[in-house]
């Protein structure tokens, strides 16, 4: 764990809730727990945590940590093959508020986009300054029409030249025309 969250990590006992449908392996993840210091506590009890085998119960408002399952709408994900003091680190994350994923969990779900994936959104500003490339418009022209600097019309050139892979203003234009009339839907 690292020193921020050992300094947030509650020190005492903690009352866990261990959820497991086998009774194996919920003996087993109760060992766990206590062995860990915590105290073990049933399902419906009350809990500052539950630790979960697979996905967790529908309804669940107690911080939860999952082994194994598909919980992006919990705070606490690990394989299920686990270890005694990740799963220990894992529930006093989660006590204090932190969120917890196994590190290959972090490409899941909504992420930064990647501009070489081809299709990089532009943004409204850019759309603007396309606009104004098709009409073949100066730097300076394009900076007194839309009442930005000369330096930032230049950012968004350069910044349309990468998302659209063009290497000059008549590139840009004709890329985005292609690009608009093959995203096109006709209804």
Known sequence: MSDAASELAPTGRLRVAVHAVDLLRRTALSRVVAEAGHIVVGAQDAADVVLSDGDCLPGETRPVVILGGAGYDVPGVLSRNAGASQIDAAIRAVSAGLIVRLPGAM????????????????????????????????????????????HTVKFHVESLFRKLGARTRTEAVAKASERRRYETITL
């Open 107 to 150: 490409d899941a779900g909504f992420g930064a986009m990647r501009e070489t994936d081809g299709h990089a959104l532009l943004t409204p500003r850019e759309l603007e300054v396309l606009a104004t490339l098709a009409e073949g418009m100066t730097n300076k022209a394009i900076a007194r029409r839309l009442n930005i600097s000369l």
